[in-house]
């Protein structure tokens, strides 16, 4: 009842948000979650970030899953540059999740919630934390490509440009490199660390923070010029489909892929928190948890007038 002011709209986030309206709402995405997890495991990374593009543009009100209107030339956020390689299926995800909780509980649950719940499951079903999921969030009104670029962080960001960027949502140093931690799982087009094998800053050296090993293996996926655009490399070369700790270890061996995983432990600043992390898989768990649960409050809509709830979650009301 704390969470609840005295008109009807409630000001907090909260784990039972849904205790009377759609009580089984977590376990309805579970059931999708792991059924698309068997069927469609490359699902679990590519929710998680979906999740995280979202929250990062217009904050976490799904504004990444409204399609972008036929013949408009508005395009929406799912259609910009840096959204373009989310796979389909963590799309998918979400529609089948929302299509069961839809019939269950019709008009009830936002589509910005479910990918946050779903999110969850899916780090726990590559082995991560389980976490409350907190819910209340309304689904938003904008969906602009335009407004892409500039909130989501690249490869070749400095860790100057990270944090920058991290605090203009509320994020900590701390956060960056716990959320960064995300990339035990999943996989990157080689074009986001090629400049890394063959042309760092210009110098057309590789990258001295990269295991020569790793980059040998990295070119003969990767040449210069010319690849298969479709080929991608394993963000942690030790275990990709499992979320654990491993990330850490191999930033520190000089096993990051991006350059702007390896600066991380580089940066005087963010290395002693590297070092915890890769040290102590536990205190990672505990706190991505807490960084998902701080991500997932970013821009929240609470209400209609700033909000919207969604049956389709690719189309606006
Ligand atoms: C800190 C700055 C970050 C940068 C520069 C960054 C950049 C990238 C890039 C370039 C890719 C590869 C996309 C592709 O080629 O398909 C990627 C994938 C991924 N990112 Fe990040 N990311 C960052 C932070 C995060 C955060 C905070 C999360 C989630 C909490 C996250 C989760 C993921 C996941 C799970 C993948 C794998 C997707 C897949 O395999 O489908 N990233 N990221
Ligand atoms: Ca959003
Ligand atoms: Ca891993």
């Known amino acids: 009842l704390v969470n609840v002011t005295r008109g009807r709209i409630p000001r907090e986030l909260s784990v039972n948000f849904y205790a009377k309206s759609c009580p089984q ?10 059924e698309q997890f068997r069927e469609a495991p490359v ?9 995280f593009h979202d929250c990062f543009v217009e904050g976490c009100d799904a504004s990444i899953l409204i399609s972008t209107r036929q013949g408009s030339k508005d395009l929406a956020e799912r259609d910009a540059l840096d959204n373009k390689e989310l796979a389909v299926e963590a799309f998918e995800s979400i529609n089948k999740a929302k299509a069961l909780v839809e019939s269950k509980c019709p008009g009830v649950v936002s589509c910005a919630d479910i990918l946050a719940i779903a999110a969850r499951d899916f780090v726990h079903l590559t082995g991560g ?22 909130n989501i962080p690249h490869s070749n960001s400095t860790v100057n440009e990270l944090l920058r960027l991290f605090s203009s949502k509320g994020l900590t140093l701390e956060d960056l490199v716990v959320l960064s931690g995300a990339h035990t799982i999943g996989f990157s087009h080689c074009k986001h660390f090629v400049d890394r094998l063959y042309n760092y800053k210009g110098t057309k050296q590789p990258d ?20 298969n655009t479709d080929i991608v490399a394993p963000f942690d070369v030790t275990t990709p489909f499992s979320f654990d700790n491993a990330y850490y270890g191999n930033i520190e061996s000089k096993l990051g892929l991006l350059a702007s995983d390896q600066a991380l432990s580089l940066d005087p600043r963010t290395k002693p928190l590297v070092q915890a992390l890769a040290k102590d898989k536990q205190k990672f768990f505990l706190a991505f948890a807490a960084a998902m649960d701080k991500m997932g409050s970013i821009g929240v809509k609470k209400g209609p007038r700033h909000g919207e709830k969604r049956r389709d979650c690719s189309m606006h009301m």
């Open 208 to 227: 001295p923070a990269i295991d020569p090993r790793l980059l040998k293996a990295l070119k003969m996926s990767c040449p210069q010029f010319g690849g």
């Open 43 to 51: 699902s679990a990374p590519a929710t998680v970030r979906l999740f």
């Open 25 to 34: 709402v977590d376990q309805i995405v579970a059931s999708v979650t792991s």
């Open 129 to 150: 934390p389980y976490y409350q999921v907190k819910k209340g969030r309304w689904d938003g009104k904008f969906s602009m490509a335009s407004r892409v670029p500039s």
